[in-house]
């Protein structure tokens, strides 16, 4: 039997930073640099988007149908053009879902399919609710992101505090939308004001935004930018699995070349 895949919860207790992003982009990278077969799962409950950012906007079944018990999490889930399977939230409220849905049967859902993935990856709520911890709580690790200003730091030294709390293990941070200006906070400050080590510098790049509104990930539409890289290495970190830098190749050619 295939040993089960590990669940990994890409989170932030603030808006905007990235968590969608770094699920699709870690999503492309896993699956078509690494052969890893990923799910990602759109744990933003009341505002799911990752769907929106893929341009996935229509599925039969949703993961609101999951956790509402109307159907098995197997029928919700499909398969995306980037070689990642996908299971996304509903975008408005099916008629026949009255109710609070309960995010905590998440665990128990993924744990059905747990087996048949190499990781599964949730993009999760920016909000301290609920759904932030039914993703803390069916997740093995997490990722938190974070970037390099004094109010995304502050929230993020929260996130791993109340992480630490329910003993979820924090593989990581992603500073994420660095300019490498001199006001920026360096990763440095971010690990010794957090306890926790950042596993990869991602720069602000319009080419992000840009691929956006193309509905692709960035990794494929601009499979040679340094965010992709960025991504592939710490894709590399989360596997174990050897991703060398291009970037280092093409430097020791330059050097060599002189
Ligand atoms: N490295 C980057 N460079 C430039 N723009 C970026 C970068 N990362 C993310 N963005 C942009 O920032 C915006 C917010 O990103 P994203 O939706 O991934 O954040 P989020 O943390 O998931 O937000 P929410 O908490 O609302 O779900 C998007 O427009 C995205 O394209
Ligand atoms: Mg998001």
Redo the contacts with the bound molecule.
């Keep these: 039997m295939m040993e089960d895949g590990k669940i990994l919860g890409i989170i932030?207790i603030?808006?905007?930073?990235?968590?969608?992003?770094?699920?699709?982009n870690l999503g492309a990278v896993l699956a078509k640099r690494f052969n890893k077969k990923v799910l990602l799962v759109d744990g933003?409950i009341t505002?799911p988007?990752l769907g929106l950012?893929l341009g996935i906007l229509n599925s039969k079944h949703t993961l609101h149908d999951v956790l509402y018990n109307q159907v098995p999490i197997w029928n919700a889930i499909q398969k995306s053009e980037h070689g990642f399977d996908v299971l996304i939230g509903s975008l408005v409220p099916k008629k026949d879902q009255k109710g609070r849905v309960n995010p905590y049967k998440l665990h128990n859902r993924l744990s059905q399919i747990k087996k048949d993935y190499d990781l599964i990856l949730i993009?999760?709520?920016?909000n301290i609710n609920d759904e932030m911890l039914s993703t803390m709580i069916a997740a093995d690790e997490l990722l938190v992101?974070t970037s390099p200003d004094y109010p995304t730091l502050s929230c993020t030294m929260h996130a791993v505090k109340v992480a630490k709390e329910r003993k979820t293990p924090i593989a990581g941070l992603v500073l994420?939308?660095?300019r490498h200006k001199k006001f920026e906070i360096s990763a440095d400050e971010i690990e010794s004001s957090t306890g926790v080590p950042v596993l990869s510098v991602?720069?602000?790049?319009?080419?992000?935004?840009e691929?956006?509104s193309k509905t692709t990930p960035?990794s494929i539409c601009s499979p040679n930018k340094d965010?992709t890289i960025e991504y592939s290495l710490l894709a590399s970190k989360l596997t174990g699995d050897d991703y060398e830098d291009p970037r280092l190749l093409s430097k020791i050619k330059r050097v060599f070349g002189k």
């Design positions: 932030s603030k808006g905007g930073v990235g968590k969608t992003t770094a699920v699709s933003n505002a988007n950012h993009d999760s709520s920016p992101i994420n939308k660095v991602i720069g602000d790049d319009v080419k992000v935004l691929s956006l960035a965010f």
